[in-house]
T-cell receptor, first 109, second 118 residues
């Protein structure tokens, strides 16, 4: 069974402060991990994928297989980063995608 | 980019009636579509995986006869909530897998359907 855990329901940070949204996973095979973002009243959209190793909107995430983690980081939070963030794991060539419970990021001006 | 259209965006129905939600991939062929349910302030719960031309695969605890899924074409999957009850009230989201997409993004989401059962 595959599982994704996001321990924080809400994370509040001041503008300009560093951000780290935690994600841990459980999967016996080689996982494909993602971060999705949902801005207020908008649909879910892909933020980044671990294989691409890109930095999107200043966010990065590194897959740590030893710790089974895929934490999302940004050095300086901006107000427009306020949103719901979901960590997700895909297996079997996207035959199954499991989401974490999500973390609401609130950036305080 | 690829677009997934989900309709209706919200629906209110009486208890005991059935409601159909459509999920369409507008500019790609989706061999696989997923249906999720999202409770307030909770995660997306995968309900079922829908493969074109075959029966849907339901997650444990999801009633097949309650949530009928039909994936009759490569661009359309429907979820029918049969004999809806107030406890079925929720936000339902579909996503479609585009096998032809590049590695960065293969999964595209609909905008969701808010179902309220009175």
């Amino acid at each position: 069974a595959q599982r994704v855990t996001q321990p924080e329901k809400l994370l509040s940070v001041f503008k300009g402060a560093p951000v780290e949204l935690k994600c841990n996973y459980s999967y016996s095979g080689s996982p494909e991990l993602f971060w999705y973002v949902q801005y207020s009243r908008q649909r879910l959209q892909l933020l980044l994928r671990h294989i691409s190793r890109e930095s999107i909107k200043g966010f990065t995430a590194d897959l740590n297989k030893g710790e089974t983690s895929f934490h999302l980081k940004k050095p300086f939070a901006q107000e427009e980063d306020s949103a719901m963030y979901y960590c997700a794991l895909a297996s079997g060539g996207y035959q199954k995608v499991t989401f974490g419970t999500g973390t609401k990021l609130q950036v305080i001006p | 980019g690829a677009v997934v259209s989900q309709h209706p965006s919200w629906v209110i129905c009486k208890s005991g009636t059935s409601v159909k939600i459509e999920c369409r991939s507008l500019d790609f062929q989706a061999t696989t579509m997923f249906w999720y349910r999202q409770f307030p302030k909770q995660s997306l719960m995968l309900m079922a995986t829908s493969n074109e031309g075959s029966k849907a695969t339901y997650e444990q605890g999801v009633e097949k006869d309650k949530f009928l899924i039909n994936h009759a074409s490569l661009t359309l999957s429907t979820l029918t909530v049969t004999s809806a009850h107030p406890e079925d009230s929720s936000f339902y989201i579909c996503s479609a897998r585009n096998p032809a997409a590049n590695h960065n993004e293969k999964l595209f989401f609909g905008s969701g359907t808010q179902l309220s059962v009175l």
